[in-house]
C-alpha cells in the first residue's frame, strides 16, 4: 500500500458499572481507503487484587447458584472486551478473542478472522466494544489507521 492515515484515535476508561454492556465509537472511512489496520489494548487484563477477585468470585457462585466451592480455583479472574465493526450500518466482523492487544486488519482479502472480506466502502464506520466482563477500572486505547494506494 501506499499512504497511511490515522483515521481514530481514542483513549478512555471503563468501570464496572459498564460491565456487560457496549460501547460505540463512530469514525469517518474516506473515499479510496482500501484497508483498516486496528491496534486495540487494554488493560489490566487480569484483576490483580486477591480480595477484590475472590469476591466477584463468590458474588457470581451466588448469582447462578452455584454450590461451595473454593474461590482461590476460579483465579485469575479476568476483565473481557472484545471489539466488533459496523461498515455504514452493516455487520463487518467481530474479533471476540482473549487477547488484550490486538492488531486487526480490515480488507478486501486478508482480513483478520471473524471479519469478512469485501471492499472497504467510504463512510460512516463503528467499532463497538464488547464488554464482557470488567470488575475492575480498565483502559483502552484504539488506533485505526486508513491506508490508500
Request: charged letters at 25%; one cysteine or more; aromatic letters at 8%.
Amino acid at each position: 500500500m501506499g499512504i497511511t492515515m490515522n483515521i481514530l484515535s481514542k483513549a478512555g476508561t471503563i468501570t464496572p458499572e459498564q460491565d456487560k454492556t457496549n460501547i460505540s465509537l463512530d469514525f469517518n472511512v474516506p473515499e479510496g481507503v482500501k484497508r483498516l489496520k486496528v491496534e486495540y489494548s487494554y488493560s489490566p487484563k487480569e484483576i490483580c487484587d486477591r480480595s477484590t477477585a475472590n469476591a466477584l468470585i463468590v458474588s457470581a457462585m451466588k448469582k447462578y447458584d452455584i454450590g461451595f466451592a473454593n474461590p482461590e480455583a476460579f483465579l485469575p479472574v479476568k476483565n473481557l472486551i472484545t471489539p466488533s465493526f459496523d461498515e455504514c450500518g452493516e455487520y463487518r466482523g467481530a474479533c471476540h478473542r482473549q487477547a488484550n492487544r490486538q492488531t486487526i486488519i480490515i480488507s478486501d482479502s486478508d482480513s483478520t478472522p471473524g471479519i469478512i472480506n469485501r471492499p472497504l466502502k467510504a463512510g460512516n464506520w463503528d467499532i463497538v466494544l464488547n464488554i464482557h466482563f470488567v470488575g475492575c477500572s480498565v483502559d483502552y486505547s484504539i488506533e485505526i489507521y486508513g491506508e490508500v494506494e
